[in-house]
């Protein structure tokens, strides 16, 4: 398997960032091909060291980095990494690895 995982910090009205992800962002990394498992943190971020910088964790899942990167391409890609500047104002960051079974 192979992970986009979306790291979007604090924004200033949480509220409206959340409506704005859910109703909007969401749908449209749905259509996204190749995407196996889309998923998001259900509460609060905790960190052991205090407050953590992150309001959001996105956790995309495809076959393979391949797949990843060629859904990353397409015209659902494009729309939807063009979306971020409509509500991720506060910063994001995007990590893709692929992973192992340890």
């Known amino acids: 398997m192979a992970k986009l995982v979306g790291r979007y910090k604090q924004p200033a009205d949480k509220a409206a960032f959340d409506d704005y992800y859910v109703k909007k962002h969401v749908p449209l990394a749905n259509k996204i091909p ?5 998923e998001i943190n259900a509460a609060p971020i905790a960190s052991p060291t205090g407050a953590s910088p992150y309001h959001l964790i ?10 990843l990167q060629q859904a990353l391409g397409s015209s659902q890609g494009a729309a939807a ?3 971020l500047a409509n509500f991720a104002q506060a ?3 995007m990590l893709m690895f692929d992973t192992k079974e340890v």
């Open 58 to 67: 996105a956790t995309l899942e495809f076959d393979s980095m391949g797949a």
């Open 91 to 93: 910063g994001v960051e």
């Open 34 to 38: 190749g995407l196996k498992r889309y």
């Open 81 to 83: 990494a063009g979306d």
